[in-house]
Each structure stands twice: as C-alpha cells, then as structure tokens.
C-alpha cells in the first residue's frame, strides 16, 4: 500500500511537494514528491503517478549557498549582509539595541607575528561572542569586518546588558598580555523615532569614545608583541 511505502521512505527522508524553505539536516534525503492525475482509457476510474525526485544534492547547495552569503567564514558568525538583511525587522522592532566592539591590536598582531595570530585573535574572539549567544537567547553575534564585532540583543535591562559585557571580558581576559583580549564597546539602545541604522550609529560612536581612551593599553600591547617578534 502507497502509505506503507511513504512510512518507510520517511525514515530516512524528508518527502516535500511544494518549494517552500525547508530545514536543512545533513543526516536526512530530500524527495521532492509530484503527483500527476493520469486516465487511462481502458480503466474504469481515474488514477496517479506519483513522481519521485532525489533533490539531496541540490538541497545541500542551496544550504551552503545560503550559509556562504549569511557567514563571516573565518569565524563562523553571522556576517554584514545577515545584518543588511535584518534591517526592516528591526526598523519595526521597539525593544532592541546593541553593542559594537572594537579589538585592540589586530594590526599590531599582523605587522609584528604574522596574519595567522591575527586571525587567531579574531576567532577566539568570536568563538567568546558564539558561546554566550548559544546560552541566551535573542542575542545575534556578528563579525562586521576586520576588527569589528556587533551582538544584538531584544528586551533586555541595561542591568542585563552589563552583565554580558561583564561576561565577555572576564573570558576574553588573561594574564599572559599575548593571550589577553582587549577591546573598546559602545552601547546604542532604541528609543522613540529611531530607525536601525540610529541604534548602530548610537553604539559606534560611544565606542570610538571609549577607543581614544585605551591609547595606553595599545602602547603595551605593541612594545610586547615587538619584544616577541624580536626575541
């Protein structure tokens, strides 16, 4: 019978019939199912053809195409065009903000020990901003390019806020000055009549404030990093 056959194609397959988004899953099949009503002339009733397409390989595709265009992949956070794409959500949400960070000395840590410590900055800084996005919820950890990282978050006290930041530099923080994480945030919150791109301005700018101040730690950073290049 038709139903038994679907049960067992079903274990192990994802059966579909329209071309609405679907979830990807690597350990899954992808059939695309058409049925086509057939008559027959020498049959008394009508009947179906159903047809069977094995779309696995152009699900996946479509599943990494997508992942490229929304990824820093370096990282693996979500990256400048996931952002773009939020925009018009956010210009309709009214309780949301977010902070923008800067890293100290990513082109420090390029000149003087190569752009593969460089790039090792930036991913244990993401890896940092993945693990607190991963333990709560509505925050959105994005790389907005070079050295610059954002998080989202929705409906949060600013008591809250505080308390990630806290988060993030008590992980980002090491004694050893080659493995510590410094960096400069701003804090942008909507408020009445902002639209997205007013919140992103807000954070930047408060941030910029903060990195006129960190002059002294970046002077560190770079008399160390020069004295390991040299040793």
Known sequence: PLDDVMDKIKESSLVYSSGKEIQFDKDKSYIHMLVKDINIPFLKYPGHMILFYDETKVQKYIHDLNYVMN???????????????????????????CIIFDLDGLKLFNDYLGHHEGDELLKRFANILNRISNENEDLIPIRMGGDEFLLIFKEKEPSMVLSYIDE????????????????????????????????????DVNMYEMKTKREDQKKKLESFLKSKKDA
């Open 71 to 97: 990824h820093d992949l370096m990282t693996g956070l979500f990256n400048r065009n996931y952002l773009e794409s939020l925009r018009e959500t956010y210009d309709i949400e009214k309780t949301y903000g």
């Open 168 to 203: 993030i530099k008590k992980s980002a923080s090491d004694k050893v000055l080659y493995k510590h994480i410094g960096f400069s945030y701003g804090i942008g919150y909507h408020e009445e009549d902002d639209d997205f791109s007013n919140v992103l301005s807000k954070a």
